[in-house]
C-alpha cells in the first residue's frame, strides 16, 4: 500500500460544493487541506455542477433574520429538524454567500421570487436538458478549485476513498485507491463529503424504499454512499429523517432522452391534476409537493408506467410557472405529450383501460365540483392547488419520479461532527453537505436547499477544526435585511465588497437610491416652469396645465427608476 507522506491538517473526501467550501475556509485560516475527488480533469461531475445554482433557505433568502429562518424549517419540517442543526444553519446561510462573493463567485437574481434572489451567475439558460457548463454554479466550483491551490491546499483527483483509519475510537486518515493504488492519508482531521447514496441500490432500498429501479437519477451519478458506509463501519449513525430523498417528477422519456433531464421536471403539472399507474387509477395524493408526489411515487408504484393527466388549462397554466417550464420546453426537446378530445380516446392512446380511467377522472371531477376531495379513495390534499379536468381538451405526460439526492444522512451536530449511537462527537471526524441527514426530508419529504445546508456546513467544520487545533478564528456575520434602513433597498443586500453588484456603478446607484426625491423635485420644478411660460389668458386652465405636466415628468421618472432597479436585479451579478 502506498503511504502519502505529506503531512496535512485534515482529509475532506469529496470536491462538491460542501467539500471545496470546508477545503478552502480551512486554508484560509491557516490549515493545511488534502482534497481527495475520485472524479478526474477540471470538470468532473457532481450534483453541485449540475445544480441550478440557487441558493435559498426553504425558497427564503438566507439574509432574513436568523431567528425568522429557524422558524421556518421549523415549521416546514413540522418540528422533524435537528433545532441545532436548522440553528447553525439559519445564523450561516448568509454568510456563505458573502464569504463565496470574496472567493469571487457571482450572484444575480434569477426571478422576481424571494426564493430565486441568489442564484449563482450566470444562470441556466431557459431551455430543457442539462444545461451546466459555464453556468453559475460550475463557474463557482472552478473559482473555488483556484482559490485552493492559490491558499497551498492540495486536491488529489482520481483519488476514491474506502475506508477510515481509526485509532483509539479517533479518525486518524482514510485508505482509499488512487489511480488503482491501494493507497493511505493520514491527518487529525476527515471530512466526509461525498455528495450522498442516492445511486447506490443496497444502500437506496435500506434507507429508503424499495424500487431502487423505479427512480430516475437527475444529478451528477456520484454519490454512491462510500462516506455513509465508512462512517457506520466507524460507529457512527444514520439519522434517518423519515427515508426521504429530494428529487422531482420527469418525464420517462429521460430513460432514452438526455434532453429532457433533469429540467424541466413536471412537479406544477403533476400536482395540479392526477397521477395514474398502468390500471387508470390513481395510486398517491398529488397534492402535497412535488418533492412529496416523487417520494411516494418512488415508494408506491407497482409498475413503471405512470402518467400526469391533465388539461390545456393546466398546460397553458401551472405548465408554464417552472423555472424551466415544461410548456413550451418539453416538447421541444421530444419529451412525449399525449392530447386527445376525451378520455376514451387518451386511453388508447396510454394503452390503459379505458373504463377505469374514465372512471378515475369522473370520479376526481365530481369531488372537486362537491368540494370533497379529501374524500377520494386516495384523498387528495390541496396544499397544491388542484384543477379540474377537462375531458374535452385532455392531455398526458408518461412521467417517472427522479432522484436528486438523499436528504437521510449521517448524524451530526450543529459543528457537523459526526455523532455515534450516544450522540457523542467521534473524535477526528466530520461530515458536510449531502451525506448528512437531521435537517431535510421527515414526513412531508421537506427540501430546505442542498447548496445552502452543503456549503454553509463545510464553512462550520472548518472553523470548528481550526478552534480544536487552537487557531484563532475571525468569522464576521453580514448584515441582515432589516438590519438597517438601507438592507431593506433590494439592491443594497450584503454588497458590502465595492467590486461587486451595482457598488460598480456609482451613477446608477445613486439614480436608484435618491429616484423619488429627483424625480418630485423635477416634477415640481417641471409644474413651475410650465405654469410661469403660460400666457395669463388661460387663467384657471394655467395651474392645471403646469400640474399634468409635472405629474407627468413626475411618473416617467419614476418609471425609468423602476426599469433600472428592473435590469440591474437581472442583469448585473452581484
Ligand atoms: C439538477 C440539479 C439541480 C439542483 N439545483 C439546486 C439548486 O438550485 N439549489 C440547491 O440548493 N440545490 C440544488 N441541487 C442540489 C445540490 O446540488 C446538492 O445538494 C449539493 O450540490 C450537494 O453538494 P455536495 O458537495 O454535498 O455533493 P456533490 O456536489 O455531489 O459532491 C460530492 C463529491 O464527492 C465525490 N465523491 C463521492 N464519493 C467519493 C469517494 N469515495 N472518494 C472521493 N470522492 C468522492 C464526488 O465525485 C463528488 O464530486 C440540485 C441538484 C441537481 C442534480
Known amino acids: 500500500m502506498l503511504s502519502s507522506d505529506e503531512s496535512f491538517d485534515l482529509i475532506i473526501v469529496g470536491g462538491g460544493i460542501a467539500g471545496l467550501t470546508t477545503a478552502v475556509r480551512a486554508a484560509e485560516i491557516g490549515l493545511r487541506p488534502l482534497l481527495l475527488e475520485k472524479g478526474t480533469g477540471v470538470e468532473y461531475p457532481n450534483n453541485s455542477r449540475f445544480s441550478g445554482g440557487i441558493v435559498h433557505i426553504g425558497f427564503h433568502d438566507p439574509y432574513r433574520p436568523p431567528e425568522e429562518l429557524e422558524q421556518l424549517i421549523h415549521k416546514l419540517t413540522s418540528g422533524e429538524a435537528k433545532p441545532e442543526l436548522a440553528a447553525a444553519l439559519a445564523k450561516n446561510g448568509a454568510r456563505l454567500i458573502t464569504w463565496l462573493q470574496d472567493k469571487g463567485g457571482k450572484f444575480m437574481r434569477f426571478n422576481p421570487q424571494e426564493g430565486y434572489r441568489w442564484c449563482m451567475a450566470p444562470p441556466r439558460a431557459l431551455r430543457a436538458g442539462n444545461d451546466w457548463k459555464e453556468r453559475g454554479p460550475d463557474l463557482m466550483l472552478k473559482r473555488l478549485v483556484l482559490a485552493l491551490a492559490e491558499l497551498g491546499g492540495k486536491i488529489q483527483y482520481g483519488a476514491r476513498a474506502t475506508n477510515l483509519v481509526m485509532e483509539d475510537g479517533k479518525c486518524i486518515g482514510v485508505r482509499g485507491l488512487c489511480d488503482d493504488q491501494e493507497t493511505l492519508w493520514k491527518a487529525p482531521y476527515t471530512v466526509i463529503a461525498d455528495g450522498g447514496f442516492q445511486t447506490n441500490p443496497q444502500l437506496y432500498e435500506k434507507h429508503i424504499g424499495a424500487n431502487f429501479s423505479s ?295 445613486s439614480l436608484i437610491r435618491f429616484g423619488k426625491p429627483i424625480a418630485m423635485v423635477l416634477g415640481a420644478l417641471a409644474a413651475i416652469i410650465t405654469f410661469s411660460l403660460l400666457p395669463s389668458s388661460l387663467g384657471w386652465l394655467s395651474p392645471l396645465i403646469a400640474l399634468g405636466i409635472g405629474g407627468f415628468i413626475l411618473i416617467i421618472i419614476l418609471g425609468v427608476v423602476e426599469l433600472i432597479v428592473l435590469i440591474t436585479e437581472f442583469l448585473i451579478p452581484e
Open 215 to 509: 427512480v430516475f437519477q437527475r444529478g451528477g451519478r456520484t454519490g454512491f454512499g462510500d462516506g455513509i458506509n465508512m462512517v457506520l463501519e466507524a460507529g457512527g449513525v444514520v439519522n434517518n429523517s423519515g427515508n426521504r430523498f429530494y428529487g422531482h417528477i420527469l418525464c420517462s422519456d429521460a430513460k432514452h432522452n438526455d434532453a429532457v433531464w433533469p429540467y424541466p421536471e413536471l412537479d406544477a403539472i403533476a400536482t395540479a391534476g392526477l397521477v395514474i399507474d398502468a390500471n387508470g387509477k390513481r395510486i398517491v395524493d398529488e397534492g402535497r409537493s412535488g418533492v412529496h408526489l416523487a417520494n411516494e411515487l418512488a415508494a408506491k408504484a407497482t409498475t413503471e408506467k405512470l402518467f400526469a393527466i391533465f388539461d390545456q388549462d393546466i398546460w397553458n397554466g401551472p405548465g408554464t410557472t417552472a423555472r424551466i417550464p415544461a410548456n413550451p420546453l418539453l416538447e421541444r426537446a421530444g419529451g412525449t405529450i399525449l392530447r386527445a378530445s376525451s378520455s376514451e380516446e387518451l386511453a388508447q392512446l396510454m394503452s390503459v383501460p379505458s373504463e377505469i380511467l374514465n372512471q378515475t377522472i369522473s370520479e376526481y371531477n365530481q369531488a372537486f365540483e362537491n368540494g370533497s376531495l379529501d374524500h377520494l379513495p386516495i384523498k387528495r390534499s390541496e396544499l397544491m392547488k388542484p384543477w379540474s379536468i377537462n375531458p374535452s381538451q385532455i392531455m398526458a405526460i408518461p412521467i417517472c419520479p427522479g432522484i436528486t439526492y438523499t436528504m437521510t444522512g449521517i448524524d451530526i451536530d450543529q459543528h457537523a461532527q459526526v455523532l455515534d449511537k450516544s450522540s457523542n462527537p467521534i473524535p477526528g471526524l466530520f461530515a458536510v453537505g449531502a451525506t448528512t441527514g437531521g435537517l431535510e426530508g421527515g414526513s412531508d419529504s421537506v427540501y430546505i436547499g442542498g447548496l445552502i445546508k452543503s456549503g454553509s456546513f463545510g464553512l462550520i467544520a472548518a472553523e470548528r477544526i481550526a478552534h480544536l487545533q487552537g487557531k484563532p478564528i475571525n468569522i464576521q456575520h453580514p448584515k441582515r435585511i432589516g438590519d438597517d434602513s438601507q438592507q431593506s433597498d433590494p439592491a443594497s443586500v450584503s454588497t458590502k465588497n465595492a467590486s461587486y453588484g451595482l457598488e460598480r456603478f456609482p451613477v446608477l446607484r
